[in-house]
């Protein structure tokens, strides 16, 4: 776990709300489809995937994925640019399957809180790896949260 400065990032993505019970191929389909944009018009991967939640409604999940750009481009349909904004982050790498997030998630904001920090209402995770690729319990997400 670290604090870290972070430079802004552009984005591809598709932001929507989904229960959570959807979430797995709610993002599976949106990344495919800006995947399929993206080698469409030669526009190259600058990062790992990342999803941004604006709340933790599990019925009602804000959420907005996608993938880092570096250069400028135009969306198409529901596909948007978007930015991850510079600034501060408390982060930590989270290693093991997906339903087991949340004990990272409980680790990082104790870690905030021992610092004396506060976070934003949204944070993201990156997805270092892929389910499709490694085994449930080699799956590497980086959560951040953003500070105040």
Same mark, same amino acid.
């Given at each position: 776990?670290?604090?870290?400065?972070?430079?802004?990032?552009?984005?591809?993505?598709?932001?929507?709300?989904? %229960?959570? @019970?959807?979430? @797995?191929?709610?993002?599976?389909?949106?990344?495919?489809?800006?995947?399929?944009?993206?080698?469409?018009?030669?526009?190259?991967?600058?990062?790992?995937?990342?999803?941004?939640?604006?709340?933790?409604?599990?019925?009602?999940?804000?959420?907005?994925?996608?993938?880092?750009?570096?250069?400028?481009?135009?969306?198409?349909?529901?596909?948007?640019?978007?930015?991850? %904004?510079?600034?501060?982050?408390?982060?930590?790498?989270?290693?093991?399957?997906?339903?087991?997030?949340?004990?990272?998630?409980?680790?990082?904001?104790?870690?905030?809180?021992?610092?004396?920090?506060?976070?934003?209402?949204?944070?993201?995770?990156?997805?270092?790896?892929? %389910?499709?690729?490694?085994? %449930?319990?080699?799956?590497?997400?980086?959560?951040?949260?953003?500070?105040?």
């Amino acid at each position: 776990m670290e604090i870290k400065d972070v430079q802004k990032q552009n984005t591809l993505m598709v932001r929507l709300v989904t %229960p959570i @019970s959807k979430i @797995s191929d709610v993002m599976g389909e949106a990344y495919q489809e800006i995947g399929e944009f993206m080698a469409k018009k030669g526009i190259p991967f600058s990062g790992a995937p990342y999803a941004r939640y604006y709340n933790m409604n599990m019925e009602a999940l804000d959420v907005e994925m996608g993938f880092p750009i570096a250069i400028d481009v135009k969306g198409e349909n529901r596909i948007k640019t978007g930015q991850i %904004p510079a600034g501060k982050i408390a982060t930590a790498i989270h290693c093991g399957p997906y339903s087991t997030l949340e004990e990272t998630y409980t680790k990082l904001m104790g870690f905030v809180k021992e610092k004396g920090l506060e976070v934003e209402e949204w944070m993201y995770e990156y997805y270092l790896n892929s %389910p499709m690729e490694v085994k %449930p319990e080699e799956l590497q997400t980086q959560i951040c949260y953003v500070l105040k």
